[in-house]
């Protein structure tokens, strides 16, 4: 479906925008097989060719499957950003963002108010599907179930995207108001699989091995999609990979202190040779601190110093510091972590719910700037 894959089903690490760069790809590369997709990038940015956005689809030289998220409105100028990907060989699989339910992607009727516009929809999916064949390149969407609980547009979208000729649908099971909040909705993934013919990637809440081999049982999805699950945990695409190896005799590997602290010391390297020094390495792997450390029994002064380090050797001192045989705290496993904020009204253009047929392009939809 998606390259060769040493996982089956298919496991992919799902875009993270400010997370999912060159370095930690690397680092969950390291811990098991799978499909690491890097940051989403702006259609608009990249065929404008900003520097900034550029840089951001970096990938490294033993990234045998270079996977990008695109994320655009305009079908002409998505059609492009494809086709430059193509033409300069900058990626081998493209996905094509529809999920995103932050105000500034929303109000200009992109990420996950697009599906809701069913001919803007399926013409910019149709097009980027177009453009991407002459390379070879699979071309992939993600979605959310739709706008609200009164306005799903998933398996209509879904049906459309497979009619357009993608290569697999996934389905993040929240709607945009919910955000990160309340469960996934595994029986709309089931849905979903039933409706398509194409292979289908669930996508919402497994935060462990054992929750992958549950979501492939309830909704005999293809393939599953972890986000959050893998903040300060890259150790579980290795549980993932024994998960399906094994299946329901796995037990999953904890980590103990010492060995949770080397993956820390190992991400922060790699984020300051990815961002090429320790000032920006050490200030992006800042926020990664609490995620590593959540549950473990350490003072305060120490968890606020080391998420505060500008150096390399700061870190590496300040992790001699713990104890290295403190197991892993078993209550945090299954726990959600990572953005779980709040359900919020989702913010369209004027009119957007009351012309579900109308494919013109919003104005200013096209954003200039990548991630966020
Ligand atoms: C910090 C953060 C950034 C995200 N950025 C993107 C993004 O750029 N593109 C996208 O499709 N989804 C993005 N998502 C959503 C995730 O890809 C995923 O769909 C969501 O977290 C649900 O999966 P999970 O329950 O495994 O976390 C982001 C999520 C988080 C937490």
Known sequence: MLGDHAVNPPVVLAPMAGITNVAFRRLCREQGGGVYVCEMITTRALVERIPKTLKMIAFAEDEKFRSLQLYGVDPDVTAAAVRMVGED??????????????????????????????????????????????YGIPLTIKMRKGIDDDHLTYVDAGLAAQEAGVAAVALHARTAEQRYSGLADWDA?????????????????????????????????????????????????????????????????????????????????????????????????????????????????????????????????????????VPFPVEELGKPRGRINAPGKVTLPHGWLDSRDDDTVPEGAEMENSGG
């Open 89 to 134: 060989g900058l990626a081998d699989h493209i996905d094509l963002n529809f999920g995103c339910p932050v105000p500034k992607v929303t109000r200009r009727g992109g990420g996950s108010a697009l599906p809701w516009r069913r001919k803007l929809f399926g013409r910019l999916v149709r097009q980027a599907v177009e453009a991407a064949r002459p």
């Open 189 to 325: 993934i089931a849905t979903l699989k039933q409706a398509l013919d194409v292979p289908v990637l669930g996508n919402g809440d497994i935060w462990e091995g054992s929750d992958a081999l549950r979501m492939v049982e309830h909704t005999g999805v293809d393939g599953v999609v972890v986000g959050r699950g893998c903040l300060g945990r890259p150790w579980l695409f290795a549980d993932l990979e024994a998960a399906f190896t094994q299946g329901a005799d796995y037990k999953p590997v904890l980590p103990v202190l010492g060995e949770v602290s080397k993956i820390m010391s190992r991400h922060a390297e790699l984020l300051v040779d990815a961002l090429g020094d320790e000032k920006h390495g050490c200030a992006d792997f800042r926020k990664h601190v609490a995620w590593y450390l959540k549950g473990f029994p350490i003072g305060g002064e120490l968890r606020r110093r080391l998420a505060m380090i500008s150096s390399l050797a700061e870190l590496d001192d300040l992790l001699g510091k713990l104890d290295p045989g």
